[in-house]
């Protein structure tokens, strides 16, 4: 295999992992190539985005390794993380908030199992909107990381405590899902009513 093309799978398994990561000696593991070879091409492929100012970086992180932003361009992605136009959340984003609520703390893959699906850029979204965030790490391979909801989260659903988070209509089903992302849907939506109808008096609603 030859230089560039192991740094080209390098960033592709750095994508894949997300922000669990993945350490030399498994990307060693993954590629058939010696720990040692990985380590220089790592090395290569971090200065080669450096020289190119990518926007994303790698970073290491309790010894692994894995994509993050450029810090040069953080207030470009603050801005975008408040846009008025992302104010809302999609259907995925509702459904992987659904299930950090109702189990956590919880790690992706856990996530991913329950919703079938990849669930990393609706991650990227919560915690970008900080609905949720890292609260410790799974005492299992590769320690990942643990997600749970934020006070924004209470705030931003108008919930004193976790304890209120509204009961689905259906427990212990295989709909359970379903029921309960339309739970906290319904708890936006009666949240939104209530800030639609303070504005459309002209007052602001009290802080929750």
């Known amino acids: 295999m030859d230089f560039p093309t192991l740094k080209s799978i390098i ?7 997300g922000d669990e990561g993945i350490t030399t000696k498994q990307m060693a593991e993954v590629t058939g190539q010696d720990s040692k070879l990985i380590a220089e091409a ?11 100012k990518r926007g994303i970086r790698i970073a290491e992180v309790a010894g692994a390794y894995r994509l993050t932003t450029n810090p040069d361009h953080a207030v470009y992605f603050e801005r975008l993380a408040h846009s008025p136009s992302r104010a809302s959340l999609s259907q995925a984003a509702l459904e992987t908030l659904s299930i950090i609520a109702y189990r956590q703390p919880i790690t992706r893959i856990d996530i991913e199992e329950i919703r079938g699906v990849k669930t990393d850029r609706a991650l990227h979204t919560l915690v970008g909107k900080d609905l949720i965030e890292e609260v410790g790490r799974a005492e ?4 990942p990381i643990l997600y749970g909801t934020t006070r924004a989260f209470l705030d931003y659903f108008g919930l004193p405590d976790l304890e209120s988070l509204p009961e689905p209509s259906a427990i212990d089903t295989e709909d359970m899902l379903d029921e309960q992302t339309q739970a906290l849907f319904e708890k936006l939506d009666e949240r939104q009513l209530t800030l639609d109808e303070y504005t459309a008096q002209g007052t602001e609603p009290e802080e929750v």
């Open 42 to 52: 790592l090395a290569g492929l971090r200065k080669d985005m450096s020289r190119a």
């Open 140 to 143: 299992a391979v590769g320690r």
């Open 11 to 17: 960033e592709g398994l750095l994508f894949m992992v």
